[in-house]
């Protein structure tokens, strides 16, 4: 490792994704980045590599080379079969010393964020957590600016340069990573601009996936690259992996999402019910505010927001949900948002595309009444 | 026995939250407090305490005035605490932060039977990777998203939390956990605690008392040791208003229907 020189850029090249990986079915995520991935690889005119852990998980690299890759770096071994930090990271920091990316995108589960930060601390490199948004492209960087902030049209056309180190550099070759800060109050873009490979997780449910390619699929190229792991270096050990049996609600596929928030706490049961019959009937899921997970009221896989789920739904109706500026991080971004609330001056009021001041618990039965009605004579 | 918590003070950005015209935040006109999850560190680490009779020790990263902040945590039950501040640390981003906070952990000394304890993340920078990151520098092993702890001997046994279930997973001390708000409820300051929290040892580490450690380097702490720089900071603008509908009746919701209809929403 002490060998390793990062410093010099020009020796490294092609953009990487860790592709996750739990009991040998790959996640969601990986899709998202690969997809993102082959678009900045394109930028930068490299090739888009997918790198997958595991134990006999060779058959998987045409599902993730459909959405984009060039080539799948699998690295097997039984120690793989279950992630442990220790095993993961020295066979990613081992690869990556050998093979030298420039760039290393990991999604940002509960696996990639315990993963990266120990990668990039061996790798002494810049990790930049939880992004939303990737560009290398100014151009379009520049358009994502103009349409997703409050900045001046002068400031973003000078946004080409920073300072670095009291110096002047020039960003247009850099991977510039936006994301959140501050419970989602400011954003901040961030680049790596000395050290290579830059690394940056990225949040599931953000970034589309790209149409699945089977001519891509079926031209994949595979490299097998040897993995040196002896269990005798491991210090962790994994004791059993339990899928939680109760059924959770999947939040980031759903089209239609009925959200309840603290508006429902004169009756919570009555709530929840009133929000899972309008969700029926528009063939959508329940979701909810961090205060209803707070109170105890709701399970946590329910949570939109900040800390819970990043949502974008054909349709999100919040209803009792009085818009947190965290709650708004995770779903201001569905297409179409319809808001019921008693208090005229709630913040959710401010992203609704229809708002209806009211009590909820009279709103929501006329408003399934009307919906069924509406459907019915289509 | 021994233990560790890492903890940092951070702006409540749950409330009211102001941004400076150049799109910074307004610091000085939020209040702070211990940041959520580093709370539930220092409960694990209470309990321990309570069990075993073991000494905790509360360690941050801050400006001067995040004393307050460690007197309170004495005040909860730690033994003693380290601040560790300096001009030469500020602007670090996580990877310098934790050589830095390594460094300072080095100093007090970690033994064979020692554990430290983080938070899951931080609500001002929402990042997770100051643990994992701590943890590499100090070369022993991590496990992070903890609901459950347990510790026998040199043996520590973590329900480790996944989106979809959850990991059984073991270690040997010393090592590194960090916490999730549901692993415990926290307590509160005790009185006696509070009347005692001033006549324990307060210990302060600056850039000199820490440089002579391998992992301080001009290249590896403050703004010239982080490998990551911030291009530009800014507010998301507003969404376009939104159609506020007349009364909340029948008509109402006819009204909402139709329009949905037309839009080829539902």
Redesign the interface.
């Known amino acids: 490792m002490s060998e390793f020189k990062n410093t010099v850029l020009e020796d490294f090249k092609n953009v990487w994704v860790f592709c996750e990986q739990?009991q040998g079915v790959l996640m969601p995520t990986d899709f998202e980045l690969i997809s993102e991935g082959r678009k900045l690889a394109d930028e930068l005119g490299v090739k888009l590599c997918g790198l997958l852990l595991g134990d006999k998980v060779e058959h998987l690299a045409k599902d993730l080379a459909g959405y984009g890759a060039d080539e799948i770096i699998v690295c097997e071994h039984p120690l793989l079969k279950?992630?442990?930090?220790?095993a993961y990271?020295k066979v990613i920091c081992d690869t990556v010393v050998e093979m030298k990316p420039e760039a290393l995108l990991v999604g940002a589960?509960?696996?990639g964020?315990?993963l990266?930060?120990?990668c990039?601390?061996?790798l002494?490199?810049?990790?930049?957590?939880?992004c939303t948004h990737l560009d290398v492209e100014m151009s379009t960087y520049k358009d994502f600016?103009r349409e997703?902030?409050?900045?001046p049209e002068a400031?973003i056309e000078n946004?080409g340069t920073?300072m670095?180190?009291g110096k002047p550099h020039d960003?247009s070759k850099?991977l510039?990573m936006t994301r959140?800060?501050?419970?989602?109050?400011?954003?901040?873009?961030?680049?790596?601009?000395?050290?290579r490979p830059c690394m940056a997780t990225v949040r599931p449910g953000v970034l589309k996936k790209a149409p699945f390619d089977q001519a891509r699929a079926d031209a994949v190229v595979i490299t097998k690259p040897e993995v040196k792991l002896c269990e005798c270096e491991l210090?962790?050990?994994?004791?059993?992996?339990?899928?939680?049996s109760r059924k959770?609600v999947d939040l980031t596929g759903a089209e239609v999402i009925v959200s309840v928030g603290r508006g429902i706490s004169k009756d919570v049961e009555g709530g929840i019910k009133l929000a899972h019959e309008l969700a029926d009937v528009?063939g959508g899921v329940v979701g909810s505010s961090r205060a209803c997970v707070d109170s105890g009221w709701i399970t946590a896989d329910h949570q939109v927001g900040?800390t819970g789920k990043t949502v974008r739904p054909?349709?999100y109706i919040a209803l009792g949900i009085s818009g947190?500026?965290?709650h708004k991080a995770g779903m201001?971004d569905s297409?179409?948002?319809?808001a019921v609330n008693k208090n005229?001056s709630a913040p959710i009021?401010?992203?609704?595309?229809?708002?209806?001041?009211?009590?909820l618990f009279?709103?929501v039965p006329?408003?399934i009444?009307?919906?069924k009605?509406?459907?019915a004579n289509? | 026995m021994k233990i560790i918590v890492c903890v940092k003070q951070v702006?409540d950005?749950?409330g009211k939250?102001a941004?400076n015209p150049d799109?910074?935040?307004d610091r000085a006109s939020m209040l702070t407090i211990i940041n959520p999850d580093d709370k539930n560190a220092i409960e694990a680490a209470l309990k321990l305490k309570d069990e075993t009779g073991c000494r905790v020790t509360a360690v941050t990263m801050g400006p001067p005035p995040a004393e307050g902040m460690l007197r309170e945590l004495i005040a909860m039950g730690c033994d003693d605490a380290v601040l560790i501040s300096g001009r030469e640390f500020g602007g670090s981003?996580?990877?310098a932060t934790?050589q830095i906070i390594a460094a300072g952990i080095n100093a007090i000394g970690l033994e064979e039977d020692d554990i430290v304890f983080c938070g899951r993340q931080a609500?001002?920078?929402?990042?997770?990777?100051?643990?994992?990151?701590i943890?590499?520098?100090l070369d022993?092993?991590?496990?992070?998203?903890a609901a459950d702890i347990k510790v026998e001997g040199k043996k520590v046994?973590v329900k480790?939390?996944?989106?979809?279930?959850?990991?059984?997973?073991?270690?040997?001390t010393p090592?590194l956990i960090t916490c999730i708000k549901e692993l415990n409820e926290p307590r509160y300051m005790s009185v006696a605690g509070i009347v005692g929290a001033y006549s324990k040892p307060m210990d302060v580490m600056d850039y000199p008392r820490l440089k002579d450690d391998p992992l301080i380097e001009v290249d590896t702490i403050g703004l010239?040791g982080?490998?990551?720089?911030?291009?530009?900071?800014?507010?998301?603008?507003?969404?376009g208003?939104?159609?506020?509908?007349e009364?909340?009746?029948?008509a109402?919701?006819?009204q909402?229907?139709?329009?949905?209809?037309k839009?080829h929403?539902?």
């Open positions: 739990r279950d992630y442990t930090t220790d990271a589960t509960n696996i964020r315990d990266a930060p120990r990039a601390a061996r002494h490199t810049g990790l930049c957590a939880d600016l997703n902030s409050t900045l400031r946004v920073a670095v180190l960003v850099d510039k959140p800060a501050f419970g989602g109050h400011l954003m901040a873009s961030i680049i790596c601009p000395r050290f210090k962790t050990k994994v004791l059993e992996v339990v899928k939680e959770l528009l900040q054909r349709i947190a500026i965290q201001s297409e179409c948002i319809i005229d009021f401010e992203v609704a595309d229809y708002g209806i001041v009211g009590d009279k709103v006329l408003m009444e009307e919906f009605a509406a459907i289509k | 702006p950005t749950s939250v941004v799109g910074t935040l981003d996580t990877f934790s609500i001002d920078g929402d990042t997770a990777q100051v643990g994992p990151q943890a590499e520098k022993i092993p991590q496990i992070s998203y046994t480790r939390m996944l989106e979809d279930g959850y990991m059984t997973v073991e270690t040997q090592c010239a982080s490998p990551t720089n911030i291009l530009t900071s800014f507010t998301p603008p507003q969404k208003a939104g159609m506020m509908l009364g909340a009746d029948k109402t919701c006819e909402l229907a139709g329009i949905l209809v839009k929403i539902i």
